[in-house]
């Protein structure tokens, strides 16, 4: 008997956290910094409440979501505007009695290519394609660490420098001689090469930044062949990019100033010499950075505005981002004002930070108004009924948080979920929290609330009859932790929004008032 568990990947790790056997992440679509260009079409067949994952790379690293929120076999189309190639990947860990099975899939789009895929028990397979017929991990090696953002398996213990860069170096010819040998395009072929180069770069990247490595006029040399090899590096979007030019400007500091504290973005950056400050690898980090933190820790941006204020006098470009902090900083206070300062500095440069904030997919708009009752019990038993709490004129959105007492990450977001109601005080939204748990279960609702802190708070309830509520029909819900934003119209604003933990979680409710 095995178990399938389908996991994300992440950019530098490896997450997986739901209830009902689900995987999720909040990030939904692709946010791109370069111009858009032509459309491509990704679809996935899915089953009912079935989800696929795939992490790509755009100016922070995203992650593309399938869902099916409906009660049929659907097919779930995302479209995106790209205007060079892109490497999307994901993958399955099988735990069976035996070892787990890692498998990936790893999708190669050039702008205009149209691909479907079929996921049949966290299996995929290609049903069709206008570009590349098969999975890249069918066509050369894709190292696990690739995807994973690991170490090469064998350790420099076991293999030293010198061998470990021949493994590097013979994969990237064995994946050359495969490309050579595919009875397809040369343009395609040219798009795989590109590929190839940001895996064997990727390798080369972790190396040269391993303390057990050290600078050396070998590690130089590296470093300098890495850099000489940036456009082809920049030439694909794929996933690990943005470590190779991370490690780019790290070495290149370090060798200004061994001394550098390599956590200080700032400081590092400030100590790469002229000839990588005069390429765009250094404004594309110093964005990224910025951008990133807004994304994932939008606090952190008040820290970057103050970092970069007493610096921003030393360079035109840094007094630019300083401009830009400033008007991140004023959406957690009133994002329609902060949207719209974007939208006209720089040229618009930057709207792609604000594109996908709190922004579904694949989402068709429900409404409540016609519902019939669906009975929630506070924790004295008295009864109450959802439309009449959701739809109060006194807020604009309400927010509503699907728990259960045995569900372990729902009770992770709690602390998010409390900061977030903190924070957004005074705000016309209303937070609302309703657990699942059974009749039976209703004193493990009880005691978790109070361990939580939550029992004393307003607006807890309990669902009585999950599985056959007409709100779970209505939404098909299949997994929790869950949220929902409804406005007082009654208009399911949203039936599966960011989670509290993540950093869009605020901006996303303050884009919807």
Known sequence: MSVRLAIPLLLSALAFNACFDKTRNSDRSIIGAERRSDSTLFSISL???????????????????FKN????????EQKFFIDKPMFLGAGNLIVTPGEPTFRTYGVLLNPGDTMRLINANDTFTIQYSSGYQQFVDSMIAVPKGFYWSFQEQDSLASLGVNGLLQKIDARYDRNEAAINALATSEMRKHVLKDLN???KYTAIARLITNPAVGRSPFADSLYE??????DDIRAINAQNRGEILAA????NAGNQNRNLDKNDFWAVLAATDDRLKQSGIYQQQAISHVAGSFA???????EINNQLRPIRTQDPFLDTLYQLSNILVTASTDFKKAEKDLSTFAGGRFNFIFENVGQSANREMKIITNLPAVDLYDFNGKLSDFRRI????????TVVDLWASWCVPCIGEMPHWEKSKHKLKGKPIQFVTISIDKDEDIDKWVAVSKRQGIYN?????????FKESPLTRLLNIRQIPRYLVINNKGDVVDDDFLRPSNGGFELGLLKLL
């Open 390 to 397: 959701v739809m109060d004129k006194k807020y604009k959105l």
């Open 457 to 465: 708070d307003a607006n807890q309830y309990r669902l009585a009859n």
């Open 69 to 76: 929120p409906g009660i049929n076999d659907s097919v779930i």
């Open 248 to 251: 780019i400007v790290a070495y």
């Open 225 to 230: 062949d890495m850099f000489q090899h940036v």
């Open 47 to 65: 089953a009912p409440g079935q989800s696929a994952v795939f992490n790509t790379f755009d100016t922070y690293g995203r992650f593309i979501e």
């Open 296 to 302: 994932y820790a939008p606090e952190k941006t008040v």
């Open 197 to 199: 180069t940001n895996i």
